[in-house]
């Protein structure tokens, strides 16, 4: 958001959706962004922050909702935030985190290889939103779905 020349009004509802946007995990995950949203809705209101930028801040919520969706700046900028450790040097050690929690929270068994194919399609398929993340992530994300796929190839490799 720093990065986009925000005003300091539209950077305080993009930081504030940052903060809300997962807090919906605390009931489930199902829905956890309507869950976010309406937390936001009920902390701000109570706090007088004015409506419009209350709307604002669920839409960026909401638009983290997969498949993502955004229609402005403010939603395009959370949505990137959002999924940014796609573009990380440690992605394979938080996408290991995310099929233990995903395991734990469905109660189901998730094969490396199904998981490396779900890797390899969810990277396959994303797209930054901004310029600037489009610009700084998009080559690293590259990399790490080619380590994906030859993660994989090595697995299938491995069970021949």
Not at 39 to 64: D, H, N, Q
Request: glycine share 4%; charged share 35%; with cysteine.
């Amino acid at each position: 958001a720093e990065k986009q020349s925000l005003s300091q009004e539209d950077l305080e509802v993009v930081q504030i959706a940052a903060w809300f946007h997962d807090l919906g995990y605390t009931r489930g995950s199902e829905q956890h962004e309507k869950d976010g949203a309406r937390m936001a809705r009920e902390f701000l209101e109570e706090k007088e922050y004015p409506s419009e930028k209350i709307s604002k801040v669920e839409g960026c919520i909401m638009a983290t909702q997969m498949p993502q969706n955004p229609q402005n700046n403010l939603e395009r900028i959370l949505c990137d935030a959002d999924l940014m450790h796609l573009a990380g040097k440690d992605y394979f050690t938080k996408a290991e985190l995310l099929h233990k929690e995903i395991e734990t929270t469905k109660l189901c068994k998730i094969s490396e290889s199904e998981w490396l194919e779900m890797n390899q399609d969810f990277l396959d398929n994303h797209c930054f939103f901004t310029d600037y993340a489009k610009k700084n992530y998009e080559s690293a994300v590259k990399e790490n779905l080619k380590k994906v796929r030859d993660r994989l190839k090595s697995w299938k490799k491995s069970k021949k």
